[in-house]
């Protein structure tokens, strides 16, 4: 069993940075890769950003790319997604999900995901 816990969220100005943590429980966490997603406010989950095992792949949504940064510390069990120049439209709640494949874009097809952390950016 994986267990995924997210924090880092919080109200930002547009422009403004913030740093997201998934930290990961469970024996075979390592072995996983680790994606975020988020849900906005009577949006479906929207697949942001995902990062294979290694932390060597990693994919983006067009509308985040170049603006986000995805990472993975194994050493650590955590996951980290860098969000420069938030946009009101990156409001969402935004939770993370493991998988043994990371190019899925549907939340549904990763076996574990967290709780979320709400984001927040006002214009």
């Known amino acids: 069993q994986v267990q995924l816990v997210e924090s880092g969220g919080g109200l930002v100005q547009a422009g403004g940075s913030l740093r997201l943590s998934c930290a990961a429980s469970g024996r075979t966490v390592s072995s996983l890769g680790l994606a975020w997603f988020r849900q906005g406010p009577g949006n479906e989950s929207e697949f942001v950003s995902g990062v294979g095992w290694s932390g060597i792949l990693t994919y983006y949504a067009d509308t985040v790319r170049g603006r986000f940064t995805i990472s993975r510390d194994n050493a650590k069990n955590t996951a980290y997604l860098q969000m420069n120049s938030l946009k009101p439209e990156d409001t969402a709640v935004y939770f993370c999900?493991?998988?043994?494949?990371?190019?899925?874009?549907?939340?549904?097809?990763?076996?574990?995901r967290g709780q979320g952390t709400q984001v927040t950016v006002s214009a």
């Open positions: 999900a493991a998988a043994k494949t990371v190019t899925n874009l549907r939340v549904l097809d990763y076996d574990y």
